[in-house]
Protein backbone atom coordinates (compact mmCIF):
# COMPACT_ATOMS: atom_id res chain seq x y z
CA UNK A 1 0.00 0.00 0.00
CA UNK A 2 1.58 3.67 -0.69
CA UNK A 3 2.59 5.62 1.58
CA UNK A 4 0.61 8.97 1.83
CA UNK A 5 1.45 12.47 2.93
CA UNK A 6 -1.03 15.31 3.18
CA UNK A 7 0.94 18.70 3.15
CA UNK A 8 -0.52 22.20 3.45
CA UNK A 9 -3.23 20.93 5.23
CA UNK A 10 -5.70 22.24 8.07
CA UNK A 11 -5.46 20.03 10.97
CA UNK A 12 -8.95 19.49 12.98
CA UNK A 13 -7.83 16.39 15.12
CA UNK A 14 -10.73 15.51 16.45
CA UNK A 15 -9.79 15.56 19.51
CA UNK A 16 -11.07 19.41 20.78
CA UNK A 17 -7.35 21.37 19.52
CA UNK A 18 -8.13 23.89 17.24
CA UNK A 19 -7.47 23.55 13.75
CA UNK A 20 -3.68 23.99 12.97
CA UNK A 21 -1.68 24.06 9.18
CA UNK A 22 0.60 20.89 9.42
CA UNK A 23 1.06 17.62 7.90
CA UNK A 24 -0.05 14.13 8.14
CA UNK A 25 1.93 11.12 6.87
CA UNK A 26 -0.58 7.66 6.54
CA UNK A 27 1.70 4.08 6.52
CA UNK A 28 -0.09 1.37 5.56
CA UNK A 29 -3.51 1.69 7.55
CA UNK A 30 -2.59 3.90 9.87
CA UNK A 31 -1.09 7.72 10.65
CA UNK A 32 2.51 7.32 10.91
CA UNK A 33 3.39 10.46 12.05
CA UNK A 34 1.40 14.49 12.54
CA UNK A 35 3.26 17.38 12.38
CA UNK A 36 2.89 21.51 12.76
CA UNK A 37 3.52 23.47 9.57
CA UNK A 38 5.09 21.94 6.35
CA UNK A 39 7.78 20.38 4.68
CA UNK A 40 9.08 18.57 8.07
CA UNK A 41 8.25 15.16 6.92
CA UNK A 42 10.66 13.95 3.71
CA UNK A 43 8.64 13.66 0.42
CA UNK A 44 10.75 10.59 -0.55
CA UNK A 45 8.69 7.43 -1.20
CA UNK A 46 5.52 9.31 -0.44
CA UNK A 47 2.66 10.29 -2.64
CA UNK A 48 1.91 13.59 -1.65
CA UNK A 49 -1.78 15.38 -1.78
CA UNK A 50 -1.62 18.89 -1.38
CA UNK A 51 -4.46 19.88 0.71
CA UNK A 52 -3.76 23.94 -0.29
CA UNK A 53 -5.63 24.42 3.05
CA UNK A 54 -7.75 22.56 3.12
CA UNK A 55 -9.05 20.87 5.93
CA UNK A 56 -8.03 17.09 7.02
CA UNK A 57 -10.06 15.90 10.41
CA UNK A 58 -11.39 12.08 11.13
CA UNK A 59 -13.85 10.70 9.53
CA UNK A 60 -17.08 10.65 11.09
CA UNK A 61 -19.26 8.17 13.15
CA UNK A 62 -23.18 7.70 12.86
CA UNK A 63 -23.90 6.48 16.26
CA UNK A 64 -27.69 5.56 15.18
CA UNK A 65 -27.91 3.83 11.95
CA UNK A 66 -30.15 1.83 9.76
CA UNK A 67 -28.70 0.92 6.42
CA UNK A 68 -32.20 -1.30 5.73
CA UNK A 69 -34.79 1.21 6.30
CA UNK A 70 -35.52 2.49 2.83
CA UNK A 71 -36.96 5.99 2.84
CA UNK A 72 -40.21 4.89 2.76
CA UNK A 73 -42.94 7.15 5.68
CA UNK A 74 -43.99 3.77 7.68
CA UNK A 75 -42.39 0.97 9.29
CA UNK A 76 -44.78 -1.17 7.83
CA UNK A 77 -43.81 0.26 4.01
CA UNK A 78 -39.69 -0.11 4.59
CA UNK A 79 -41.03 -4.02 6.24
CA UNK A 80 -42.60 -4.60 2.98
CA UNK A 81 -38.97 -4.61 0.47
CA UNK A 82 -38.45 -8.29 -0.25
CA UNK A 83 -35.19 -10.09 1.02
CA UNK A 84 -33.40 -9.99 -2.13
CA UNK A 85 -34.26 -5.86 -2.55
CA UNK A 86 -33.48 -5.61 0.80
CA UNK A 87 -30.23 -6.38 0.84
CA UNK A 88 -29.15 -5.07 -2.42
CA UNK A 89 -30.61 -1.85 -1.01
CA UNK A 90 -28.56 -2.00 1.95
CA UNK A 91 -25.51 -2.61 0.48
CA UNK A 92 -26.30 0.58 -1.57
CA UNK A 93 -26.90 2.69 1.27
CA UNK A 94 -23.52 1.45 3.21
CA UNK A 95 -21.44 3.32 0.24
CA UNK A 96 -23.23 6.69 0.29
CA UNK A 97 -22.45 6.79 4.28
CA UNK A 98 -18.77 6.73 3.33
CA UNK A 99 -19.24 8.88 0.20
CA UNK A 100 -20.83 11.29 2.70
CA UNK A 101 -17.86 11.00 5.39
CA UNK A 102 -19.09 8.80 7.73
CA UNK A 103 -16.23 6.04 7.82
CA UNK A 104 -17.87 4.09 11.34
CA UNK A 105 -21.70 3.64 11.93
CA UNK A 106 -23.18 1.83 14.70
CA UNK A 107 -25.71 -0.17 13.57
CA UNK A 108 -29.00 0.37 15.56
CA UNK A 109 -31.17 -2.35 14.22
CA UNK A 110 -31.94 -4.37 10.83
CA UNK A 111 -35.95 -4.33 9.46
CA UNK A 112 -34.81 -8.46 8.92
CA UNK A 113 -32.96 -10.64 10.96
CA UNK A 114 -29.63 -10.80 8.75
CA UNK A 115 -29.41 -7.85 6.45
CA UNK A 116 -26.96 -5.91 9.30
CA UNK A 117 -24.88 -9.22 9.79
CA UNK A 118 -24.53 -10.11 6.23
CA UNK A 119 -23.37 -6.38 5.14
CA UNK A 120 -21.02 -5.78 7.73
CA UNK A 121 -19.47 -9.25 6.70
CA UNK A 122 -19.33 -8.12 3.43
CA UNK A 123 -17.46 -4.65 4.30
CA UNK A 124 -15.05 -6.22 6.25
CA UNK A 125 -14.30 -8.97 3.58
CA UNK A 126 -13.62 -6.12 0.60
CA UNK A 127 -16.83 -7.33 -1.69
CA UNK A 128 -18.67 -4.11 -1.12
CA UNK A 129 -17.64 -0.64 -0.03
CA UNK A 130 -19.16 0.35 3.18
CA UNK A 131 -17.98 2.14 6.49
CA UNK A 132 -16.77 0.38 9.43
CA UNK A 133 -19.85 -1.11 11.11
CA UNK A 134 -21.53 -2.77 13.88
CA UNK A 135 -24.25 -5.06 13.22
CA UNK A 136 -27.69 -4.79 15.25
CA UNK A 137 -30.85 -7.54 15.56
CA UNK A 138 -34.31 -6.53 14.54
CA UNK A 139 -35.42 -4.45 16.73
CA UNK A 140 -37.10 -6.83 19.94
CA UNK A 141 -40.59 -5.78 21.55
CA UNK A 142 -43.34 -6.98 23.06
CA UNK A 143 -47.15 -7.98 21.40
CA UNK A 144 -48.45 -4.59 21.29
CA UNK A 145 -45.01 -2.42 21.33
CA UNK A 146 -43.14 -0.68 18.88
CA UNK A 147 -42.43 -2.11 15.84
CA UNK A 148 -44.92 -5.38 16.36
CA UNK A 149 -46.43 -4.59 12.90
CA UNK A 150 -47.86 -8.17 12.44
CA UNK A 151 -51.68 -8.27 11.84
CA UNK A 152 -54.54 -10.38 13.84
CA UNK A 153 -54.89 -12.14 11.13
CA UNK A 154 -51.71 -12.35 9.61
CA UNK A 155 -49.60 -13.41 13.28
CA UNK A 156 -46.42 -14.57 11.01
CA UNK A 157 -43.09 -13.21 12.04
CA UNK A 158 -41.98 -11.95 8.50
CA UNK A 159 -44.53 -9.19 8.61
CA UNK A 160 -43.60 -7.38 11.65
CA UNK A 161 -40.62 -4.76 11.54
CA UNK A 162 -39.36 -5.99 14.92
CA UNK A 163 -38.48 -9.48 16.37
CA UNK A 164 -41.78 -9.77 18.72
CA UNK A 165 -41.58 -12.29 22.16
CA UNK A 166 -42.93 -12.60 25.44
CA UNK A 167 -41.52 -13.37 28.98
CA UNK A 168 -38.11 -14.19 30.02
CA UNK A 169 -37.91 -17.90 28.37
CA UNK A 170 -39.02 -16.19 24.72
CA UNK A 171 -36.86 -13.03 25.17
CA UNK A 172 -33.40 -15.83 25.46
CA UNK A 173 -34.46 -17.84 22.55
CA UNK A 174 -34.42 -14.87 20.32
CA UNK A 175 -31.72 -13.26 21.73
CA UNK A 176 -29.68 -16.32 20.97
CA UNK A 177 -30.71 -16.59 18.05
CA UNK A 178 -29.66 -13.33 16.71
CA UNK A 179 -26.33 -14.02 18.26
CA UNK A 180 -25.96 -17.18 16.50
CA UNK A 181 -26.01 -15.07 13.28
CA UNK A 182 -23.55 -13.07 14.47
CA UNK A 183 -24.88 -9.58 15.71
CA UNK A 184 -22.61 -6.85 17.34
CA UNK A 185 -25.62 -5.84 19.08
CA UNK A 186 -29.12 -6.22 20.58
CA UNK A 187 -31.59 -4.03 20.14
CA UNK A 188 -34.60 -3.37 22.65
CA UNK A 189 -37.70 -1.35 21.77
CA UNK A 190 -38.22 -0.14 25.34
CA UNK A 191 -40.61 2.39 25.38
CA UNK A 192 -43.52 3.62 22.59
CA UNK A 193 -43.06 5.80 19.74
CA UNK A 194 -46.13 8.30 18.65
CA UNK A 195 -46.05 7.42 14.94
CA UNK A 196 -47.08 3.97 15.32
CA UNK A 197 -49.82 5.04 17.76
CA UNK A 198 -47.95 4.14 20.66
CA UNK A 199 -47.25 7.14 23.56
CA UNK A 200 -43.33 7.99 23.49
CA UNK A 201 -43.62 7.67 27.42
CA UNK A 202 -45.23 4.43 27.42
CA UNK A 203 -42.93 1.29 28.95
CA UNK A 204 -43.88 -1.81 27.86
CA UNK A 205 -40.69 -4.45 28.94
CA UNK A 206 -40.83 -6.31 32.27
CA UNK A 207 -37.18 -5.98 33.87
CA UNK A 208 -37.09 -10.15 33.58
CA UNK A 209 -37.45 -9.64 30.12
CA UNK A 210 -34.86 -7.06 29.70
CA UNK A 211 -32.20 -8.95 32.35
CA UNK A 212 -32.52 -12.27 30.61
CA UNK A 213 -31.15 -10.12 27.02
CA UNK A 214 -28.94 -8.04 28.76
CA UNK A 215 -27.28 -11.73 30.15
CA UNK A 216 -27.79 -13.42 27.11
CA UNK A 217 -25.27 -11.09 25.28
CA UNK A 218 -22.96 -10.37 28.05
CA UNK A 219 -22.17 -13.77 27.66
CA UNK A 220 -20.74 -13.63 24.19
CA UNK A 221 -19.49 -10.59 24.98
CA UNK A 222 -21.87 -8.61 22.96
CA UNK A 223 -23.79 -4.87 23.76
CA UNK A 224 -27.47 -4.02 23.95
CA UNK A 225 -29.21 -1.12 22.60
CA UNK A 226 -32.16 0.29 23.53
CA UNK A 227 -34.97 2.53 22.02
CA UNK A 228 -35.61 4.93 25.16
CA UNK A 229 -37.76 7.90 25.00
CA UNK A 230 -39.71 7.89 28.17
CA UNK A 231 -37.85 8.48 31.61
CA UNK A 232 -39.11 5.01 33.18
CA UNK A 233 -37.14 3.70 29.70
CA UNK A 234 -33.69 5.75 30.79
CA UNK A 235 -33.69 4.53 33.62
CA UNK A 236 -34.67 0.49 33.10
CA UNK A 237 -31.45 0.72 30.35
CA UNK A 238 -29.02 1.80 33.52
CA UNK A 239 -30.28 -0.33 35.86
CA UNK A 240 -29.70 -3.09 33.56
CA UNK A 241 -26.57 -1.72 32.15
CA UNK A 242 -27.35 -0.98 28.72
CA UNK A 243 -24.69 1.49 27.75
CA UNK A 244 -26.30 3.00 24.27
CA UNK A 245 -29.06 4.64 24.53
CA UNK A 246 -31.15 6.02 21.61
CA UNK A 247 -33.52 8.76 21.76
CA UNK A 248 -33.63 9.68 26.16
CA UNK A 249 -36.27 12.23 25.05
CA UNK A 250 -37.70 12.44 29.19
CA UNK A 251 -35.97 12.75 31.92
CA UNK A 252 -35.98 13.80 35.68
CA UNK A 253 -33.09 14.56 38.07
CA UNK A 254 -32.74 10.79 38.88
CA UNK A 255 -32.82 10.12 35.32
CA UNK A 256 -29.88 12.28 35.15
CA UNK A 257 -28.00 11.96 37.59
CA UNK A 258 -27.70 8.06 37.01
CA UNK A 259 -26.52 8.80 33.48
CA UNK A 260 -23.92 11.08 35.00
CA UNK A 261 -22.61 8.91 37.23
CA UNK A 262 -22.51 6.09 34.13
CA UNK A 263 -21.33 8.99 31.98
CA UNK A 264 -17.76 6.93 31.32
CA UNK A 265 -19.64 4.07 29.60
CA UNK A 266 -23.17 5.43 28.68
CA UNK A 267 -23.84 6.66 25.11
CA UNK A 268 -26.78 8.62 24.34
CA UNK A 269 -27.69 8.76 20.55
CA UNK A 270 -30.72 10.82 20.26
CA UNK A 271 -31.75 10.52 16.52
CA UNK A 272 -32.68 14.55 17.25
CA UNK A 273 -33.09 14.56 13.17
CA UNK A 274 -36.28 12.44 13.51
CA UNK A 275 -38.15 14.68 15.90
CA UNK A 276 -37.48 18.02 14.26
CA UNK A 277 -38.32 16.96 10.93
CA UNK A 278 -41.48 14.45 12.19
CA UNK A 279 -42.89 17.49 13.69
CA UNK A 280 -42.51 20.35 11.07
CA UNK A 281 -41.18 18.55 7.68
CA UNK A 282 -43.30 15.52 7.04
CA UNK A 283 -46.45 17.51 5.84
CA UNK A 284 -45.57 15.54 2.22
CA UNK A 285 -46.25 12.47 3.42
CA UNK A 286 -49.45 13.63 5.58
CA UNK A 287 -47.99 14.73 9.04
CA UNK A 288 -48.94 18.37 9.00
CA UNK A 289 -47.00 20.21 11.76
CA UNK A 290 -51.18 19.77 13.17
CA UNK A 291 -51.12 16.44 13.65
CA UNK A 292 -47.28 15.66 14.20
CA UNK A 293 -48.42 18.21 17.17
CA UNK A 294 -51.54 16.50 18.39
CA UNK A 295 -49.09 13.20 18.04
CA UNK A 296 -47.19 14.16 21.01
CA UNK A 297 -44.05 15.09 18.87
CA UNK A 298 -44.12 18.80 19.48
CA UNK A 299 -43.77 18.47 23.33
CA UNK A 300 -41.61 15.91 23.10
CA UNK A 301 -39.27 17.89 20.87
CA UNK A 302 -39.52 20.68 23.22
CA UNK A 303 -38.67 18.50 26.14
CA UNK A 304 -36.17 16.28 24.69
CA UNK A 305 -34.33 19.36 23.95
CA UNK A 306 -34.03 20.25 27.56
CA UNK A 307 -33.10 16.78 28.75
CA UNK A 308 -30.39 17.12 25.79
CA UNK A 309 -28.87 20.48 26.86
CA UNK A 310 -28.77 19.38 30.54
CA UNK A 311 -26.83 15.82 29.49
CA UNK A 312 -24.46 17.77 27.54
CA UNK A 313 -23.47 20.43 30.39
CA UNK A 314 -22.81 17.17 32.35
CA UNK A 315 -20.30 16.22 30.15
CA UNK A 316 -22.38 12.81 29.14
CA UNK A 317 -21.59 11.41 25.93
CA UNK A 318 -24.63 12.96 23.46
CA UNK A 319 -23.53 11.66 19.63
CA UNK A 320 -25.02 12.78 16.10
CA UNK A 321 -26.49 10.30 14.03
CA UNK A 322 -30.09 8.52 14.18
CA UNK A 323 -33.12 7.43 12.57
CA UNK A 324 -31.89 8.70 8.92
CA UNK A 325 -34.12 6.34 6.46
CA UNK A 326 -37.20 7.73 6.41
CA UNK A 327 -39.25 9.27 3.59
CA UNK A 328 -38.48 12.99 5.52
CA UNK A 329 -35.12 12.53 6.55
CA UNK A 330 -33.21 10.60 3.95
CA UNK A 331 -29.69 8.74 3.98
CA UNK A 332 -26.87 10.88 3.09
CA UNK A 333 -28.19 14.23 4.58
CA UNK A 334 -26.66 12.51 7.97
CA UNK A 335 -24.53 15.43 8.86
CA UNK A 336 -27.40 17.52 9.39
CA UNK A 337 -27.33 16.31 12.70
CA UNK A 338 -23.99 18.46 13.87
CA UNK A 339 -26.01 21.42 12.45
CA UNK A 340 -28.82 20.34 15.24
CA UNK A 341 -26.68 19.34 17.97
CA UNK A 342 -24.91 23.69 17.41
CA UNK A 343 -28.48 25.15 16.61
CA UNK A 344 -30.76 23.48 19.32
CA UNK A 345 -28.27 21.74 21.85
CA UNK A 346 -26.17 24.10 23.00
CA UNK A 347 -23.31 22.63 21.92
CA UNK A 348 -20.19 24.57 20.13
CA UNK A 349 -19.41 23.44 16.36
CA UNK A 350 -16.12 21.98 17.97
CA UNK A 351 -18.00 19.70 20.80
CA UNK A 352 -19.89 18.57 18.02
CA UNK A 353 -17.07 17.38 15.88
CA UNK A 354 -15.66 15.97 19.00
CA UNK A 355 -19.09 14.13 19.33
CA UNK A 356 -18.53 12.94 15.83
CA UNK A 357 -14.95 11.82 16.11
CA UNK A 358 -13.62 10.98 19.24
CA UNK A 359 -17.17 9.96 20.82
CA UNK A 360 -17.49 7.96 17.65
CA UNK A 361 -14.69 6.02 17.96
CA UNK A 362 -15.45 5.20 21.43
CA UNK A 363 -19.19 4.00 20.55
CA UNK A 364 -16.99 2.13 18.29
CA UNK A 365 -15.53 0.56 20.69
CA UNK A 366 -12.16 1.78 18.95
CA UNK A 367 -11.04 4.21 21.48
CA UNK A 368 -7.40 5.28 21.80
CA UNK A 369 -6.77 4.31 18.09
CA UNK A 370 -9.57 5.59 16.28
CA UNK A 371 -11.60 9.15 15.74
CA UNK A 372 -8.20 11.41 16.16
CA UNK A 373 -5.63 12.68 13.75
CA UNK A 374 -2.57 11.33 16.02
CA UNK A 375 0.44 9.08 15.62
CA UNK A 376 -0.26 5.40 15.11
CA UNK A 377 -4.20 5.74 15.00
CA UNK A 378 -6.12 4.20 12.28
CA UNK A 379 -6.01 6.37 8.92
CA UNK A 380 -10.23 7.18 8.37
CA UNK A 381 -9.55 11.12 7.07
CA UNK A 382 -11.47 13.80 5.29
CA UNK A 383 -10.03 16.43 3.18
CA UNK A 384 -12.74 19.46 3.27
CA UNK A 385 -13.11 22.37 1.09
CA UNK A 386 -13.60 25.16 4.19
CA UNK A 387 -13.87 24.81 7.80
CA UNK A 388 -16.19 22.86 9.91
CA UNK A 389 -15.46 25.26 13.14
CA UNK A 390 -16.38 28.38 11.41
CA UNK A 391 -19.24 26.49 9.14
CA UNK A 392 -20.65 23.07 10.50
CA UNK A 393 -22.94 23.41 7.60
CA UNK A 394 -20.01 22.63 5.15
CA UNK A 395 -19.91 19.29 6.29
CA UNK A 396 -22.84 18.57 4.73
CA UNK A 397 -22.01 19.46 1.11
CA UNK A 398 -20.56 16.67 -0.61
CA UNK A 399 -18.92 18.72 -3.67
CA UNK A 400 -16.62 20.31 -0.44
CA UNK A 401 -15.82 16.47 0.44
CA UNK A 402 -12.27 16.56 -1.30
CA UNK A 403 -11.41 13.41 -0.37
CA UNK A 404 -12.09 10.14 1.77
CA UNK A 405 -9.88 7.78 2.76
CA UNK A 406 -10.50 4.54 5.01
CA UNK A 407 -8.15 2.24 7.07
CA UNK A 408 -5.69 3.72 4.88
CA UNK A 409 -7.28 3.95 1.49
CA UNK A 410 -8.85 6.08 -0.73
CA UNK A 411 -12.72 5.69 -1.04
CA UNK A 412 -12.79 9.39 -2.95
CA UNK A 413 -9.48 10.24 -4.01
CA UNK A 414 -8.51 13.75 -3.83
CA UNK A 415 -8.87 15.87 -7.03
CA UNK A 416 -5.44 17.76 -7.66
CA UNK A 417 -7.52 20.56 -9.61
CA UNK A 418 -10.17 20.64 -6.91
CA UNK A 419 -7.59 20.70 -4.30
CA UNK A 420 -5.43 23.73 -5.59
CA UNK A 421 -9.02 25.40 -6.09
CA UNK A 422 -9.05 25.87 -2.23
CA UNK A 423 -7.54 29.20 -0.36
CA UNK A 424 -3.61 28.68 0.68
CA UNK A 425 -3.44 27.96 4.10
CA UNK A 426 -2.45 31.58 4.70
CA UNK A 427 -5.52 33.05 4.42
CA UNK A 428 -7.98 30.25 5.20
ZN1 LIG B 1 -33.57 4.26 15.53
Redesign the pocket.
Known amino acids: MANILFTNVRILDGGGTQPYTGEVLVQGNRISRVTRGVRAISTSGVTVVDGAGATLMPGMTEA?T?FSWNDQPSLGAIQRMPTEEHILWCAHIAKRYLDRGFTSCVG??TAKPRLDVVIRNAINSGQIPGPRYLAASQ?ITVPGGLADETLPHLPFPEFSFGAVVSGPDDMRRVVRQFLKYGVDTIKLNLSGEYIAGIPAEFTPMTDAEVAVAVAEARLRGKRVSA?ARSCDSVKQCLRHGIDII??ASFTDEEALDLLEAKKDKVFVAP?IA?LINTSYHAAEWGITPEIAKNMGYHRELEIAIESLKKMHKRGIRVLPG??YGFAWIKHGTNAKDLEYFVRYLGFTPMAALVAATKHGAEIMMKASELGEIRDGYLADLLLIDGDPVANIAVLQDQSRLLAVMKDGQFHKAPDVRSARSVRPASVA
Open positions: HHAAEHYHGWGD
